[in-house]
């Protein structure tokens, strides 16, 4: 578990398998990448407004981006010890840079919303990758398409022969169905693209 980050108040430690029950650390392998990438730009904002040192920053980003470095090339993995990811990487960096610095990371920021920026930030990652693969896909249906436009082929309604058509037009049925889907990619992105931050873990914060 996490030396002291969260738990520094607790006189002994927690039961391992209550501990492993409020764990999330497994399923938060899918939004590491974009916590790290949140925090950034969370510090970045902080000595924006002149809330943390220019060097306190230097010091947090190199520590940020080793993480993810490791992380990319497969050299570190999620000790499963930790509650949450948002935990774990905190605890990388006040490693690497100290408590006096590190415990600045999430300043004017709670887990609440590193969550919901964090869900967020993966699900237009992931809206975006399968965005690609149904371009991809319709690309395709569209060339076979044109190899196919005067390939006779049977039309049925209720199981039964029923208009002559091509392979290539029957393709294209589903190529418009999925540029139905397109647009239901894009509606659901517009309506996820929206910061959540402010809120921390209720009201904001003083600062």
């Known amino acids: 578990m ?3 980050v969260y738990r520094s108040r607790l006189a002994g430690r ?3 398998h209550a501990a492993k029950f409020m764990s999330s650390i497994e399923d938060d392998v899918r939004i590491l990448l974009d916590d790290i990438l949140g925090t950034m730009a969370h510090d970045i904002m902080l000595c ?5 040192s220019q060097q306190d920053l230097k010091e947090i980003l190199a520590a940020l981006e080793e993480l993810r470095t490791l992380w990319i090339q497969n050299k570190i993995k999620l000790d499963p010890s930790f509650e949450d990811v948002h935990e774990y990487v905190e605890d990388y960096v006040i490693k690497k840079v100290g408590l006096q610095v590190g415990g600045k990371l999430h300043t004017g920021r709670s887990r609440n919303d590193q969550v919901a920026l964090d869900q967020r930030m993966a699900l237009r990652r992931e809206l975006n ?6 371009l991809d896909l319709i690309v395709v249906l569209l060339e076979v398409a044109a190899e ?3 390939s006779p082929m049977v039309g049925y309604t209720h199981t039964q022969h029923a ?6 037009h029957y393709l294209l049925a589903y190529v418009d169905a999925l540029f139905r889907d397109l647009d239901r990619i894009r509606e659901c992105y517009a309506r996820i693209d929206r910061s959540p931050l402010g809120a921390c873990a209720l009201a904001g914060s003083s600062l």
């Open 2 to 4: 996490c030396s002291g």
């Open 148 to 150: 196919n436009h005067d």
């Open 163 to 168: 208009q002559i058509t091509s392979f290539g």
């Open 14 to 16: 927690p039961d391992k």
């Open 48 to 52: 924006e407004k002149k809330i943390i």
């Open 129 to 134: 990758d399968l965005r690609e693969k149904l």
